[in-house]
């Protein structure tokens, strides 16, 4: 198991290919899914093959990384960063299994996703994105430090773009 980080609740580590009924599970659920413009996956095979088809590592040498709980490794969500070569940054972006929700996973990952990305591959800003309505993911982009920076179109709704920087 590649462990990219540690946290006293979790373990990320990178995506495998045996992940995919787990992406397949967590996408069918439409409150998971209801403020990230993600369709489901077809089928437990078509989530197969986005993880087979996954370059972020090789190409940045990081990306979206699975996120398991301690002590059992139970696989409860995801959450990372990705590099977004078009738009000329990084964005951190996570998603959960709803009965996660509420536990301060998304803010425990991400916050250590955030320092990684700051600390260790020495990335000068990182960008988070929320529909406006999605009152928690907002939440945990402010818990985690990001500041508000403006307003934009996100999937044909209301978005809000955060940016984050080391010296924040």
């Known amino acids: 198991m590649n462990i990219i980080l540690e946290t006293p609740r979790l373990l990320l580590r990178e995506f495998q290919e045996e992940d995919a009924p787990f ?10 899914v209801r403020y990230t413009g993600d369709p489901p996956f077809d089928s437990v095979e078509s989530a197969r093959f986005f993880l087979r088809s996954y370059d972020q590592y090789e190409k940045y040498g990081y990306g979206r990384w699975a996120v398991l709980l301690k002590p059992n490794n139970e696989w409860i969500g995801w959450c990372g960063l990705k ?3 078009e738009l000329g940054e990084t964005d951190i972006g996570f998603r959960f299994f709803r009965r996660y929700w509420g536990q301060g996973y998304a803010t425990e990952s991400a916050r250590a996703c955030l320092d990684y990305g700051f600390n260790t591959l020495g990335l000068k800003r990182v960008v988070g994105r929320a529909m406006k309505d999605n009152k928690a993911s907002i939440r945990v982009l402010e818990k985690i430090g990001l500041q508000f920076w403006k307003e934009f179109d996100f999937e044909a709704h209301p978005g809000l773009l955060y940016v984050g920087t080391p010296d924040v």
Do not use: A, G, K
Not at 23 to 32: C, I, T
């Open 83 to 85: 590099h977004q070569p």
């Open 23 to 32: 992406f397949y599970e967590l996408n069918e659920d439409p409150e998971v």
